[in-house]
Nanobody, 125 residues
């Protein structure tokens, strides 16, 4: 059974930083791409960042230069370092693991088959 557990969310002032973690189990972590998505109230879940098993990275435009995705295969954990946070970044953040085992990244929700429970990030102005 694949499990993804996010942590690290919280309340932060605009301009502040947070680091999200996602601990994975139940799959050979090092052989799968991982992604971060977010969902604000009343909005669709949207792509934030993805990382391939070889650590190639891909970001949505609104977070480029502010967020960094990384992974530690020995710990089966993916991270999202978020700097210069803005009120528009307020959302529940979800990590996900890709459905297929190959060295790729994807911004499409359908490419992922397991999701964490989410962690709330709130940025105050």
């Amino acid at each position: 059974q694949v499990q993804l557990v996010e942590s690290g969310g919280g309340l932060v002032q605009a301009g502040g930083s947070l680091r999200l973690s996602c601990a994975a189990s139940g799959r050979t972590f090092s052989r799968y791409g991982m992604g971060w998505f977010r969902q604000a109230p009343g909005k669709e879940r949207e792509f934030v960042a993805a990382i391939s098993w070889s650590s190639s990275r891909y970001y949505t435009d609104s977070v480029k230069g502010r967020f960094t995705i990384s992974r530690d295969n020995a710990k089966a954990t993916v991270y999202l370092q978020m700097n210069s946070l803005k009120p528009d970044d307020t959302a529940v953040y979800f990590c996900a693991v890709q459905r297929l085992s190959y060295d790729s990244m994807s911004r499409l929700r359908g490419a992922y088959d397991y999701w964490g429970q989410g962690t709330q990030v709130t940025v105050s102005s």
